[in-house]
């Protein structure tokens, strides 16, 4: 089908992810409607000053049966309030599985990456009930897009899809580290930079544990903790706390200078998909450290483009130690880290191709 369509977007209203695939979709000209639950430790959502409308989804535990059953209900209504030509739910055990249970059509799921990797039992089922339902797919790493296949997701129904990095925002810094410290009110000296959320997932203990062990070589390294959320978080007692800044959410507009301000950036997941940070991280010329999981050796080669380690803290303060001793090295991984992103991550291109398919899906609908 050609020409600008109606695309119902299911997933957390507030979260980035869901926000800018909608604002993405509303640039190619769609007509885009929203509708989930709201995430209390992320701002408002800015789909609304955007003039997206969006739909909060019933505020009951979703993990119970009742629970379940009204969201599918609700989802019901939903789809017949906006007649979407396509429907795109986010998280495979939630919003993409009452989609499917409420046979949305045509309806595309996109796993995020813990919510099929870290699934319970009751998760897997329900992942297992969407894939089989869904019309197609998609995720952000071939190691995800396998792990949809072992679920029973049909291997000619997936699509691998990025988030993609706007290259024309996330650039390297013109004035140097220095005056992006500035810009953001850090103190100067060598920085670490860690950009995930405090979710036990990201490890962030381990990063502490490494800058520890840093801090005492390198008195004046500062180590920067950026995460997602609005309200004020501790990480219990530090190492060097003087040094140490932990910092909730800022506009995204803000972020490049986060990383534009760092000598290093680490992310050191256990589990992850071809996570936005490590590659805007990268556009930005950020020498990045980042955890081995199946993910990265799809495009990232080590000391070319990255430091791969283990997620230990001694490994993390090798790494770490390296880039920041050795400019040469430093040098390489930020130009190599560009280059990568964009060869193989431009959003612009991204986000055409996955505005093609919907329009394909679109078109197959009789």
């Not at 049966?65 to 030509?85: D, I, M, Q, S, Y």
């Not at 008195?219 to 309200?231: I, Q, S």
């Amino acid at each position: 089908m050609s020409g600008p369509l109606t695309l119902l977007m299911l997933g957390t209203v507030n979260h980035p992810h869901v926000e800018h695939l909608s604002l993405a979709m509303q640039e190619l000209g769609h007509r885009v409607v929203v509708g989930g639950d709201v995430e209390p430790s992320l701002p408002e959502s800015v789909l609304p000053a955007a003039g997206i409308d969006i739909h909060v989804s019933p505020q009951v535990p979703r993990r119970t049966v009742a629970g379940a059953v009204k969201h599918v209900r609700w989802t019901k209504r939903l789809l017949r309030e906006v007649r979407p030509h396509v429907v795109h739910a986010h998280w495979i055990p939630g919003f993409a599985f009452f989609a499917a249970a409420a046979k949305a059509s045509p309806l595309v799921v996109m796993a995020w990456g813990s919510d099929v990797l870290r699934a319970n039992r009751r998760q897997l089922a329900a992942a297992r009930y969407t894939l089989r339902r869904a019309d197609l797919a998609m995720s952000d790493s071939a190691a995800l897009i396998a792990r949809l296949e072992e679920l029973g997701a049909p291997p000619d129904r997936t699509f691998l899809i990025n988030w993609g990095v706007a290259l024309d925002v996330f650039t390297p810094a013109a004035d140097g580290r220095a005056a992006a410290r500035a810009r953001l009110r850090l103190d100067e000296g060598p920085t670490i930079l860690s950009p995930r959320s405090l979710s036990p997932v990201y490890n962030i203990p381990t990063i502490v544990e490494a800058f520890a062990r840093l801090g005492r070589v390198h008195e004046d390294l500062r180590l920067v903790v950026k995460h997602m959320d609005v309200a004020v978080r501790e990480l219990g007692e530090l190492p060097h706390p003087e040094r140490v800044r932990l910092i909730q959410h800022v506009p995204y507009e803000q972020m490049p200078d986060f990383y534009r301000a760092a000598d290093v950036c680490v992310s050191i997941a256990s589990s992850d998909s071809s996570p936005r940070s490590a590659w805007e991280a990268m556009a930005c010329g950020t020498p990045l450290v980042v955890s081995d999981l199946p993910w990265v050796h799809e495009l990232i080669e080590h000391e070319r483009h990255a430091l791969v380690v283990p997620i230990d803290s001694d490994a993390v303060a090798d790494a770490v130690q390296r880039i920041l001793g050795e400019p040469d090295l430093a040098a390489m991984l930020a130009a190599n880290g560009r280059a990568l992103v964009e060869r193989h991550r431009d959003r612009s291109v991204e986000m055409q191709r996955l505005s093609s398919v919907y329009s394909g899906l679109a078109g197959g609908v009789s």
